[in-house]
């Protein structure tokens, strides 16, 4: 069983800064495409970003690209989700996702990802 533990939500001020971090002591941690999905307030789940198992490939949502940065660090079994210039309407509880060798349409996507951590809640103020 792959657990997925997310930390580093919490309330900012529009414009600002927060990094979230996913860990998990999978041991094939580095063979997982692992993902970052949001669901805000009366919405559906949606993609925010991506990293892939192999090269590190790096996916992102229109609403988000410019402005949050996925990262990985097998060593600590670790991703992140560095977001930047946060605006209001990326308040949402905050999903880490992983799947093992997804493919960069199926990372896009929730319907491929079999782990999926309890969530995070980011709220951002105007």
């Known amino acids: 069983q792959v657990q997925l533990v997310e930390s580093g939500g919490g309330l900012v001020q529009a414009g600002g800064s927060l990094r979230l971090s996913c860990a998990t002591s999978e041991r094939t941690f580095s063979s997982y495409t692992m993902g970052w999905f949001r669901q805000g307030p009366g919405k559906e789940r949606e993609f925010a970003a991506a990293?892939?198992?192999?090269?590190?490939?790096?996916y992102y949502a229109d609403s988000v690209k410019g402005r949050f940065t996925i990262s990985r660090d097998n060593a600590k079994n670790t991703v992140y989700l560095q977001m930047n210039s946060l605006k209001p309407e990326d308040t949402a509880v905050y999903y880490c996702a992983a799947g093992r060798l997804l493919t960069t349409t199926q990372a896009m996507g929730a319907a491929a990802y079999a782990y999926w951590g309890q969530g995070t809640q980011v709220t951002v103020s105007s």
């Open positions: 990293i892939s198992w192999g090269r590190g490939s790096t």
